[in-house]
């Protein structure tokens, strides 16, 4: 089994458990929100992140005044929705959500994308906290259940995979994402937490 592979079978059956934020990346139309909510009602976590300034729906990228009347009409209280509207992009958005981490002593948060994008925010994200020497524990509970071939304006969430892993050899060799190997040794550390 190739690091990339091992790697992809981690991610895709992460233990979830108790944590201390639910991060919700905005992006793939209204398809993630459902996955942030369920954690919450599960209380795997007392706060939802919803994090991302972008409004771009022919990307996928539907802003806030859209995604969190759909998250109150699920029955989560206002109070317990925390918004982070300054980044515009996956590696912004680890860094807020890590300065959100700190300032509320957070170390534990579930991160939600899609399917196929979660693999490169988890990379974003632990590069991050590798770089401030943090020792947050990452849990990845992507948004399931989503039509692979379907044609969306952003393109098939098949299409979108293979760019992802485009993106992730790109952005790993300008060092701005963790290695394959860096994640595998992190789920080892992370089981004995």
Request: charged share 25%; net charge negative; aromatic share 10%.
């Amino acid at each position: 089994m190739t690091e990339k592979e091992l790697f992809i079978a981690l991610v895709d059956n992460d233990s979830i458990h108790p944590s201390d934020a639910i991060i919700l990346l905005e992006g793939d139309g209204l398809n993630r929100y459902a996955e942030a909510v369920r954690l919450y009602k599960e209380k795997l976590a007392p706060k939802i992140v919803f994090s991302g300034g972008i409004n771009q729906p022919d990307y996928g990228s539907y802003p806030v005044e859209q995604v969190l009347p759909l998250i109150l009409a699920e029955g989560v209280p206002r109070e317990d929705v925390i918004l982070e509207l300054k980044s515009l992009q996956t590696k912004q958005q680890s860094e807020e959500v890590l300065n959100l981490c700190e300032q509320n002593g957070w170390k534990k948060i579930i991160l939600v994308g899609s399917h196929y994008h979660q693999y490169r925010a988890f990379l974003t994200f632990l590069k991050t906290a590798k770089d401030r020497n943090s020792d947050l524990v990452i849990y990845n509970s992507p948004a399931r259940n989503l039509k692979w071939f379907a044609d969306n304006p952003w393109g098939s969430r098949v299409e979108c995979l293979e760019a992802e892993f485009v993106r992730i050899e790109n952005y790993t060799a300008k060092g701005d994402l963790a290695t394959f190997a860096d994640a595998i040794e992190y789920q080892k550390w992370k089981e004995q937490q």
